[in-house]
């Protein structure tokens, strides 16, 4: 009984680790952002994307209900810069085959592991650079992955999801 308490315990707690890091300068001062807008590498690609143009809609959307106005360039506290970075990862598809013989304590036994297959996936990032000092002052990233299998419906609510967490993280030392 006491195993299945500690076993239940610690799914609980599993179920409770963010979907989203964040990270940021501890000498910038948050308070004195009003502004923004998009800057010119945002996505880093010629064309916005499809998944480009929902990022977009989700950070313009959460920084308005930060009260945070999009104005030029020129005249911005912040740049909202993001990109999808790629990343590689095995997957085990399938099940693995074996067998055996023996007789008592003693045997013989072969398996083989399951197909294995390559999967690319997107990890989302967000980075917020103060125009005057050009560095980057807050950065979040996305532990949950966009990839080629999911429907357009489920990859904007994974997107909005997701970029709705980054920005409940931000102003940082808030909520």
Do not use: H
């Amino acid at each position: 009984m006491r195993l299945l308490m500690i076993a239940a315990m610690a799914l609980v707690l599993s179920g409770c680790a963010g979907n989203v890091v964040t990270d940021y300068n501890p000498s910038a001062v948050f308070g004195n952002y009003s502004t923004w807008s998009f800057a010119q590498e945002a996505g880093s690609e010629a064309f916005v994307s499809l998944d480009g143009s929902r990022i977009q809609m989700a950070v313009e959307r959460e920084l308005k209900r930060k009260a945070m106005r999009k104005v030029p360039k020129t005249e911005a506290d912040l740049l909202a810069n993001w990109q999808i970075v790629e990343e590689e990862r095995l997957e085990q598809t399938g099940v693995g085959l074996g067998f055996g013989f023996g007789r008592g304590n003693f045997g013989w036994g072969l398996s083989a592991p399951p197909p294995v297959r390559e999967v690319t996936e997107g990890k989302l990032v967000v980075e917020l650079i103060d125009t005057e000092t050009k560095e980057v002052v807050w950065r979040a990233a996305s532990r949950r992955y966009l990839n080629e299998s999911q429907s357009p419906e489920t990859r904007r609510e994974l997107i909005d999801e997701v970029v709705s967490e980054m920005f409940s993280k931000y102003p940082p030392g808030v909520g």
